[in-house]
């Protein structure tokens, strides 16, 4: 069945541009519709979620989309938006890249070929490897005019006096390579919707233009918005760079931390955008939270939302223990479960101390631990009174004078987490 795509998109702020035509065209029967995915590297991040999140509202309209990941068009560099030129791929890293990008994908669509509506994922280098450049030239670049290609916001922007570089060729015709794939899919899949964000829309009426003039044919574009936060930094970035979907690049816990810790006004937008609540739902909670804004609600919400689907339920169940350390909620066995890369997420910043395993052989007493050795308290009589005074535990374990710490106290083989008090944390490194 389909639903309204343009009305869903509409109430959770998902609608900046549509062309005229968009929303009857779409109600007509199951369309066609693809997004273009940038595939410079192997995983995707929380700045590209808008887009598969419209692909999958597209599906769930009873739609079909293509993902398009920009093989040819990731070997040129896209100037929209950009001060300057972007690094180009080789062929090997593309189909990593690729394949990197389907699996995350198909946590969002539904791939399977059995449905009408099934996902598919394509790549522009497979239809424009072998287009020579006489051929592309002669069959595309004559139905444009330089003028119509000047006109574009993201061409001006580049030639303009404030940006010092200027702009290539290859970055010049990078509308019309963008454009032909809307051409292509049209005529292979009869694709008549293109999205993206914003600041594609000059790079996608290139599309239809080309669909009107060669295809005697009718495309639509419709776009979203540019993501920003309520403070003006930029969304999807933190100190330590992007916020990727992949583990190994952004942890867990740190994923779902980024989310957690967004604002209130953050957190009212992002939850229409990032999570697949009803509005029925999100009205409940948005009046849960404002009756009560201390409990974050709508943080808790999203963030438990948005980790479960990027990730799993598990990871999201091991990201809240790990983020109940810090509050001291936990146990010692809680901090023994954490991986290691999540361990040196939770304590980032914490003060640290090394010694050799050689060192560490005999153990080590808790005046060494607490002063000596490590310098985490002052001194050796700051150390026996917080000790005398049961404000100091190791791994989360209240301990006193003559404890000692051994090889079994070991997180990960390596780390033993000092504590005086609720809040001041030290991390010792054996290693």
């Not at 699996?103 to 239809?127: G, I, T």
């Amino acid at each position: 069945m389909v639903t309204n795509f343009v009305d869903e998109l509409k109430w959770r702020g998902m609608l900046h541009d549509v062309m005229p035509g968009t929303e009857d065209h779409l109600a007509s029967a199951m369309q066609s519709a693809y997004l273009g995915i940038d595939p410079t590297a192997d995983s995707l991040h929380i700045g590209h979620l808008v887009g598969v999140m419209m692909l999958r509202h597209f599906q769930l309209a009873g739609h079909k989309p293509y993902a398009l990941i920009g093989g040819a068009t990731g070997m040129i560099g896209d100037p929209s938006g950009k001060s300057a030129e972007r690094n180009l791929l080789d062929e090997p890293t593309l189909r990593h890249n690729q394949k990197a990008l389907k699996e995350q994908l198909s946590r969002f669509l539904d791939f399977d070929s059995a449905l009408e509506n099934a996902a598919v994922l394509v790549n522009n280098y497979d239809w424009m490897k072998d287009f020579s450049f006489l051929d592309f030239i002669r069959d595309v670049g004559k139905h444009i005019t330089v003028n119509y290609m000047m006109a574009k916001d993201s061409v001006k922007k580049r030639l303009s006096a404030e940006a010092k570089e200027g702009m290539s060729f290859t970055e010049f015709t990078y509308q019309l390579v963008q454009g032909y794939d809307f051409l292509y899919l049209y005529q292979k899949y009869h694709c008549t919707l293109q999205m993206g964000g914003s600041d594609q829309w000059g790079n996608i009426t290139t599309g239809t233009e080309l669909i009107r003039r060669i295809g005697n044919g009718k495309g639509y574009a419709l776009t979203c918005p540019l993501i920003t936060k309520a403070d003006g930094t930029k969304f999807g970035k933190t100190e330590s760079g992007n916020v990727w979907l992949d583990s190994e690049r952004t942890s867990p816990y740190r994923f779902y931390q980024y989310w957690l810790n967004t604002s209130d006004e953050d957190a009212e937008k992002y939850i229409k955008i990032f999570t697949f609540l009803s509005k029925e739902e999100i009205e409940n909670l948005v009046e849960e939270h404002q009756k009560a804004p201390h409990l974050r609600a709508l943080q808790k919400r999203l963030a438990e939302d948005i980790t479960t689907m990027v990730h799993s339920e598990e990871e999201l169940v091991n990201a809240q223990k790990a983020s109940d350390i810090l509050f001291g909620k936990s146990t010692s066995e809680d901090l023994k479960k954490l991986d290691e890369k999540t361990f040196l997420d939770v304590f980032d910043g914490v003060p640290q101390a090394s010694m050799t395993k050689t060192e560490f052989e005999n153990g080590l007493d808790m005046i060494g631990a607490l002063a000596d050795k490590t310098g985490f308290l002052s001194s050796n009589s700051e150390a026996r009174r917080e000790l005398k005074q049961n404000s100091i535990s190791v791994n989360k374990e209240k301990v006193g004078q003559g404890y000692t710490i051994t090889a079994s106290d070991l997180i990960n083989d390596k780390y033993v987490l000092l504590q005086r008090g609720k809040k001041k944390y030290f991390v010792l490194v054996v290693d």
